[in-house]
Structures are given as C-alpha cells and as structure tokens.
C-alpha cells in the first residue's frame, strides 16, 4: 500500500490545502470531503486503505480553517451565527461554493480533470455543490449524512445548537474531553466508539491545529448555503445518498430529500447510524462509494 506523507498545494491566492494520497496513482481518483471542524485523519487512514484496495487512488485532505491547511482571518461571532441559525441575512466569510472551488483546486493541482467525489456532512454539501458546478468533472458522487441547503428538510435536533456553539475551553485535555462529549451525542447508538477512542481522536484533531473561528466561519457558510434542490435535479452522473436513522445533527430527511431530487440516485439507509463514520460500517461505506463508481464506468 502506498501512503504519501502529507503534502502542500497551493490552491488560490492566500489558500493552501494541506493532503495525503492511498494507493496507486494509476488507479481510478477518489476525492474524500470531510464535514465541519474535521481534518482528513477523521477519514480514517485504516478506511482510506480499504478503499485504495477497492481499486482507488484516494485523497484526503484539509479543508481550510481545519487541519494544516490555511487558516482564514475572518471573525465570526456567536450571535451572528444565531441570527443564521433563525433564517436572518449573514455575510459569512466564505461560501460552501468557495468550498467547492479549493476542492477543484486540488485536484488542478494534483493534475485530475474528473474524479469520484465522497462527502460527510458538510463534505457532503461541498460534494454536491462541485457536480452542479462542473458536473463533468465529478465521475460519481457519494453523499453521506448530509442534505440539500433547504431549511425544512436536514434540520439539528434543538440540543445541537447549545453544544455546537457552546465555548471551547482552552488547552488540549479541555478539548478532548468536550469533543468525546460532543462525538457521545452524536455518536452511532448502534455501532458505538468507545470513550478512550474519542479522546484520542480528539487529542489528534487539537494536535493537527485546531481552530475554534475556523469551525465558526465554516459554520456560518453552512448556515448561509444555498438550496440546491433544483440544481441537483440536473445531475446525471451515478449518486449513491447514505445515511443514519439516529442522526441529530442532520435529520435523515436531508439524505431522503437528496436522493429524490436526484434522477436515479441510490439510497442507502442504515439502522442506528447517527452522524460519525463508524468502523463497524466502514465495509458500508466503501461498498458504497465503490458500487456507485462502478456504475460510473458502465455509462461512460
């Protein structure tokens, strides 16, 4: 198996994405997009081997504000995401779409016209908004525990927001402990990580540079996206939609309203599932992303 170390691309003017490739470069590009806060360890490296065995070429990476990747100067209060929060106007820092364009960027930079695309969460939202943007250059796209922008479907359960936006503490312990708190909560019931795995998780994630503004800024551009269920109605590349019946931070009504607003999307619903990446389901997962590559290959 081969792993690279982390590298740098230089992506737009002040914005660098740090990353790390699985696999063999001649194999079939497989982009992996991660949610709100989360480095690209939270694609575990374990998950990015199986999938690399699956015939991939994988790529991780930090969106920025998270990880190494560039961190932006932008500030980003409580109170302005609340009002965001009740459907107020917010000029947030940057846009899911922006989100989208670093995405691209990438894979300019590693020299990729189209790639198999799989987001988690806000990746999710990155990952959807890139096949409406450039639909040719997107081979299938895999969205998982994510939804479409539009406010009546996709919704937090009211516990979310306190605990969303609740004050981190500084230094590492305090972080680690919040976030095992937070990852309990929104943790799969039926496929459950142990405690001492989460701290260490999250012990990794301060350790990468933790960036509290930067999980506001992305935060506000998830609040402030737009509805893309139109658009995705244009989609014609093969879509696979997962998600979890137990997720709090993303009602399973986001993954259902994606699937139908996608001619001939795939659906996948899984029992107990909430909003994190499970090891148990990992075979899931890259079953998943792999059937709906495959899919790709018959029509092209």
């Known amino acids: 198996m081969l792993v690279s170390e982390e590298l740098f691309a230089p992506i737009s003017p002040g914005i660098e994405l740090c990353y790390q490739t699985f696999g063999d470069p001649t194999d079939e590009p497989l982009l992996l997009v991660m949610g709100l806060g989360g480095p690209m360890t939270w694609w575990d490296s374990k998950l990015c081997s199986q999938l690399a065995d699956q015939g991939f070429f994988v790529v991780r990476y930090d969106n920025r504000d998270t990880g190494k990747s560039t961190k932006v100067n932008a500030r980003v209060t409580r109170p302005m995401l609340v009002k965001a929060f009740a459907g107020a106007p917010a000029a947030a820092p940057y846009s899911i779409n922006d989100l989208a364009a670093d995405a691209f960027g990438l894979m300019d930079h590693l020299g990729w016209k189209s790639a198999h ?7 999710g939202m990155i990952a959807q908004t890139m096949a409406i943007a450039a639909p040719e250059r997107v081979r299938s796209l895999t969205s998982i525990m994510s939804t479409i922008g539009k406010r009546t479907v996709g919704w937090q359960h009211p516990k979310m927001l306190p605990i969303l936006l609740a004050p981190t503490a500084p230094g590492r312990t305090a972080y680690a402990e919040a976030a095992a708190r937070t990852w309990k909560v929104i943790g799969s019931p039926a496929y459950p990580t142990d405690r001492e ?3 260490s998780r999250a012990g990794e994630t301060f ?12 935060m506000l551009a998830v609040l402030t996206q737009d509805n893309r269920q139109k658009a995705l ?5 093969p879509v696979c939609v997962v998600h979890g019946d137990s997720d709090p ?11 139908r607003a996608i001619p001939g999307a795939e659906f996948v619903l899984i029992k107990g599932m909430a909003h994190d990446l499970p090891e148990q389901l990992w075979p899931t ?4 992303i792999r059937r709906t590559a495959n899919r790709a290959s018959l029509v092209s």
């Open 117 to 123: 695309v799989t987001g988690v969460s806000m990746g």
């Open 197 to 199: 795995s989460l701290k």
């Open 207 to 218: 350790d990468r540079g933790f960036n509290a503004s930067g999980v506001m800024r992305q």
């Open 233 to 237: 109605g244009g989609l014609r590349m």
């Open 249 to 259: 931070l993303v009602h399973v009504t986001g993954g259902r309203a994606t699937a």
């Open 285 to 288: 997962f890259a079953d998943a």
